[in-house]
């Protein structure tokens, strides 16, 4: 299925920047690029992950359709003003472009740490397909640059037993954490432990104390030297 699945979205990536010409295919990329880098300047300058994350969402998308707008305003007939040459360039920037899109997200699919029967179905379909074995020396060589080890599952899920807990409660990382005054005021606080009891996910995602959480750089690393502990 996910060989099928990545045929036709090449097929369709091809087409979509044979149609769109090689202007419109190249914003695409250089929007999301800009985009970006204006999300992450953004939270270093406020501190608000929330508003950053959907400049780096929304924007590429606004930007793309302003650019189209003012194409079509330029030039009414794109279809005469686009060489065959140009088109062909289009179409191969535009699977370039995609394909490292489709990689992300398998190499996604594969990292989510989560025992659902429909994930780990998607999981072993991807390993078992024919395009996962051309990229997986690439994802394989980029972990080892980075010192980076796959996600295994079954070490969260770990987490469940009593006994695997009291190991990561006795770690310095885990102490370090929950013993923050920030962490204390969170836990203490009756409206997020309501949430918690009712299973509120979203409504406590938007919790201004878990918001402000978001906003500050040491308390997200105390939470990721807490995540890689757990993994190893």
Same mark, same amino acid.
């Given at each position: =299925?996910?060989?099928? @699945? ?5 097929? +369709?990536? $091809?087409?979509?920047?044979?149609? #769109?010409? *090689?202007? %419109? ?79 992300? =997200?398998?190499?996604? @699919? ?5 025992? +659902?029967? $429909?994930?780990?179905?998607?999981? #072993?379909? *991807?390993? %078992? ?90 308390? +997200? ?8 502990? *757990?993994?190893?």
């Amino acid at each position: =299925m996910t060989d099928k @699945i990545i045929f036709f979205a090449v097929i +369709l990536l $091809l087409w979509r920047g044979w149609s #769109k010409g *090689i202007l %419109r295919t190249i914003f695409g990329p250089i929007a999301l690029i800009i985009c970006s880098v204006l999300s992450y300047a953004y939270y270093l300058y406020t501190r608000d992950m929330v508003i950053a994350a959907a400049i780096g969402i929304v924007a590429p998308i606004v930007l793309n359709i302003l650019f189209s707008i003012m194409l079509n305003l330029i030039s009414h007939d794109k279809d005469k003003n686009t060489s065959l040459i140009g088109r062909i360039i289009a179409a191969l920037l535009n699977l370039l472009w995609g394909g490292f899109i489709i990689a992300v =997200m398998l190499f996604t @699919i594969l990292m989510i740490p989560f025992d +659902l029967p $429909l994930l780990q179905r998607a999981q #072993k379909d *991807i390993e %078992r397909s024919s395009s996962y074995v051309l990229i997986k020396p690439v994802i394989d060589q980029t972990l080892q640059k980075h010192n980076v080890q796959p996600i295994d599952p079954s070490k969260l899920a770990a987490l469940s037993d009593p006994k695997k807990m009291e190991e990561v409660e006795k770690t310095e990382e885990y102490q370090s954490l929950v013993n923050d005054k920030r962490i204390q005021d969170i836990l203490n606080d009756p409206s997020v432990n309501d949430l918690i009891e009712r299973k509120q996910i979203a409504q406590l995602m938007q919790h201004p104390k878990i918001l402000e959480l978001t906003r500050d750089p040491e308390l +997200l690393k105390k939470f990721l030297a807490l995540y890689s502990k *757990i993994l190893k």
